[in-house]
């Protein structure tokens, strides 16, 4: 089983060694000493699962710190737990009205610092398999029109806010409507389901992201991606599919199951919202119908 990840933030580094040692055996730890680290660590690619955090620091004490956490999409949902030498009722409230689900006074019990984390991970690991069945498509398993939404969403901040590429490939089968109503609805889900595992199985990295976005149509979501690379990846997706040699006699490309997709990359910026990579991607994959489809077409929007 995978190891939980706390992240530890204080800007006294004796605190973060004692906390580090009391909890390292049984979780991943990753250290702060600053609120702007601590947020930078957050909003990566690879969050943490839980944050035990000061409130007295320098330049971002450990109340703003949380404010940003809560408000932002991609890190609402990380457990805040503060550790603080501020114990007055006032404090306390203040940090649970930003969100922090609980509060520890030091000096800290070490036993009950284990078994608060400990809780507090637990309550996390349920909350996020509801959350999963909730953003998982019912019939192909993978996630949801609502999940690429939410995803894209993050994806887009995140490249807003360190100026890269975020790339979106929209992906749909050719001439599907022709498979469902010759093989049927039942072959039709099952044609779904392996098309949705095969794409799946093609996204290369750990950060991008495949949803089915509707009908026969799926949507990639692909961080740090440029035009170039978009294509790359969309041109291997066509090979794996063809691959499959699912046959579709009555398709008007081929004798079996293709697809078309469209690609579009951007660097965000604040002049326009994801919807206007959603609509290139779109436009784009009007453009492999128009021409033929089995194939990519692309544009890179800025």
Partial sequence: MTKSTILIVDDMVANIKVLGELLKDEYKIRLATNGEKALQISRSSNPPD???????????????????????????????????????????????????????????????????????????HHRDILEDLSTLDGLTGISNRRRFDEILEIEWLRALRESTSLALLMIDIDHFKLYNDNYGHIAGDDCLKLVAKNLLDGIPRPADFLARYGGEEFAAILPMTDTKGAVTVGSSLIMHINALKIPHVHSLVSDQITISIGAASIIPDRRNSSVFLIENADNCLYLAKEGGRNRVESTDTG
Wanted: hydrophobic share 45%; proline share 5%.
């Fill in 50 to 124: 839980l944050i035990l955090l000061d409130v007295i620091m320098p330049e971002m004490d450990g109340y703003e710190v949380c404010a940003q956490l809560k408000t932002d999409k991609a890190t609402k949902n990380i457990p805040v737990i503060f550790i603080t030498a501020m114990d007055l009722e006032k404090d306390e409230t203040k940090g649970l009205s930003l969100g922090a689900v609980d509060y520890i006074t030091k000096p800290f019990s070490l036993p009950i610092v284990k078994a608060r984390v400990k809780t507090h991970l637990e309550l996390k």
